[in-house]
């Protein structure tokens, strides 16, 4: 198995443009996590989905933010409009079991700068 | 709140001494807890897990000991490699894995 793809690896882009971020989990996988990481806040959960189905989205940072599944094989954050401090690491990662007590696969991420 | 700590940002250890990363945490529901490791430019892989059932679990060269009174757990890594060198981040789940909250993280450095 490929693992979770993330793309794109890195993307630069301009304070107010729209980011779409993409991930391909696990084939099989029943939950899929987004993430940041940042210096300050470390890895934080966003919004995880269980059956393609948004169960916990309390950690999306704001409006700006919104997250979709819609099938088993595929998910998007985006953000609109970006800011310079939404820059960070963007994980994705899937699970084979429902929620966060099971080994949780991560993908490479995607490191974001907004200028 | 955190609900899960680390509080050592970063450790060095001499290769061939142990390495004990610390980990605490504030809910009492938590019952599960994993530790993961992530070099740069990666993301974290999975290393070792325990439950609360249990105070001790042994994989190869790591150790996770947990003290479910005192809310703490750690990581031993005996004889540490200099490729042990990474982000180890502590995480907890509750029973159903609805909340699970991962630590902030220490950075482990092995000096050869």
């Known amino acids: 198995d490929a693992g979770v793809i993330q793309s794109p690896r890195h993307e630069v882009t301009e304070m107010g443009q729209e980011v779409t971020l993409r991930c391909k989990p696990i084939?099989?996988?029943?939950?899929l996590f987004w993430y940041r990481q940042t210096m300050m806040r470390g890895l934080e959960l966003l919004i995880y989905f269980n059956n393609n189905v948004p169960i916990d989205d309390s950690g999306m940072p704001e409006d700006r933010f919104s997250a979709k599944m819609p099938n088993a094989s595929f998910s998007t954050l985006k953000i609109q409009p970006s800011e310079p401090r939404d820059s960070a690491v963007y994980f994705c990662?899937?699970?084979?079991?429902?929620?966060?007590?099971?080994?949780?696969?991560f993908g490479p991420g995607t490191r974001l700068t907004v200028l | 709140d955190q609900q899960v700590k680390q509080n050592s940002p970063s450790l060095s250890v001499q290769e061939g001494r142990i390495s004990i990363l610390n980990c605490d945490y504030t809910n009492s529901m938590f019952d599960y807890f994993l530790w993961y490791k992530k070099y740069p430019a990666e993301g974290p892989t999975f290393l070792i897990s325990?439950?609360?059932?249990?105070d001790k679990n042994e994989d190869g060269r790591f150790t996770v000991f947990l003290n479910k009174s005192a809310k703490h757990l750690s990581l031993h890594i005996v004889p540490s490699q200099p490729g042990d060198s990474a982000v180890y981040f502590c995480?907890?789940?509750?029973?159903?894995?609805?909340?699970?909250?991962f630590g902030p993280g220490t950075r482990l450095s092995v000096l050869p």
């Open positions: 995480a907890a789940s509750d029973d159903y894995g609805q909340n699970f909250v």
């Open positions: 325990i439950s609360s059932i249990k």
């Open positions: 084939s099989g996988h029943n939950s």
């Open positions: 990662a899937s699970s084979a079991t429902s929620g966060g007590a099971d080994e949780q696969f």
